[in-house]
């Protein structure tokens, strides 16, 4: 079987959890015995391929012309859409930003419309999106849950290399882009209420953000790390926390419960049909964000949760799982 996947063109450069979902997918694939590869032009050859994947219909316009030029070679479509609503985030934002967004994402509704309707066969990283999307755009198309996954290696993560290199132990730590929906400004706020200081790690994406987040709290910024020192940073902390507006799941809390952390976690999107009850979930607001690092930080680790994470989420697992929904449609 031949595959292309095609995601934005920056997905590649800008680093996202589509660019991890996509990839560590591919590789997955590819250890099954797929060939499968990745084109972002929208004007691509597609004679030699089987079968086209597609990934987020956040930024639709991209998306869209990879799902015309799909239907154009008579190819089966398998989308990921990679999606929730964004609504509550916008109402959080500058008032003008706000605006723009609102009125771009409803300009842009149809082209979202149309590609769900006409792609054979819907792959949603959880029920709670799968809902979403039934709900928003009376979806009929068929659709076939295949959650996100996991590298193993953070199953053997140790904390010796981090706290050795930057003497931090026992701290609370947040993996991820630095902008405004991972909402790590109101993490430092809640966490300087508790004398504790958050250690950052990833890339800055929006920087006056990122200043805003020095003056919440007290935070160590390290920016990207490889992922070696990330599993160990894991391993060091006292908690991992993600208190975005929303994720689906958020990679991160897979990653972090891997390696043996505390989890914190919005309640906003998918992360509890991941973890159930061994995590702490808060809502983007302080006072809850708050209260869930409190509990976590003064409750033992909940057992099972490694063992659960790596018995269903690693990436040989969702390639598995991929391969069989690639089948169904191409037979």
């Known amino acids: ?9 920056t997905v590649l450069r800008v680093m996202a959890g589509d660019t991890i979902q996509m990839t560590k997918t591919r590789e997955a694939l590819l250890r099954l015995g797929v060939e499968v590869e990745f084109d972002s032009s929208p004007e691509a050859d597609l004679s030699r391929y089987d ?39 916008l109402r959080h934002i500058e008032a003008e930003e706000e605006s ?20 054979d066969l819907i792959l949603p990283n959880g029920r709670k999106e799968l809902q979403l999307l039934v709900e928003k755009y009376r ?10 996954g996991v ?20 701290f609370i730590l947040c993996v991820g882009r630095i902008c405004r929906r991972k ?44 992922q070696t020192w990330v599993a160990s940073a894991y391993a060091a902390c006292a908690l991992h926390a993600l208190v975005s ?36 979930y ?5 006072a809850s964000i708050r209260a869930a690092l409190h509990q976590a930080l003064y409750s033992p680790p909940p057992p099972g949760l490694r063992e659960h994470i790596l018995a269903n989420y690693t990436w040989d697992r969702i390639g598995r799982l991929t391969l069989e929904a690639y089948r169904e449609i191409c037979g």
């Open 183 to 226: 909402n790590q400004k109101a993490l430092i706020t809640a966490a300087a209420d508790l004398g504790k200081t958050v250690v950052l790690i990833g890339p800055i994406n929006d920087y006056q953000y990122y200043q805003e987040c020095r003056q919440a709290g007290k935070i160590k910024f390290l920016g990207p790390l490889p």
């Open 51 to 89: 079968l086209v994947h597609i990934f987020n219909i956040i930024p639709v316009e991209e998306t869209y012309r990879f799902y015309r030029q799909a239907k154009k070679w008579n190819k089966p479509v398998v989308l990921s859409p990679i999606y929730w609503d964004p609504a509550e985030f």
């Open 151 to 170: 590298d193993p290696l953070f199953f053997y993560a140790k904390p010796d290399k981090f706290i050795n290199r930057f003497q931090l132990k026992d």
């Open 100 to 119: 723009a967004f609102f009125d771009w994402l409803e300009s842009t509704e149809h082209l979202r419309q149309e590609i769900l309707d006409g792609v």
């Open 245 to 280: 507006w929303y994720d689906t799941p958020g990679l991160v809390n897979l990653e972090a419960g891997l390696a043996g952390c505390r989890v914190v976690t919005t309640d906003r999107g998918t992360a509890r049909e991941y973890l159930g009850d061994m995590a702490w």
């Open 139 to 148: 979806l009929i198309t068929p659709a076939r849950v295949i959650p996100n």
């Open 1 to 9: 079987m031949r595959v292309l996947m095609q995601n934005r063109a």
């Open 282 to 286: 808060c809502s983007p607001e302080p």
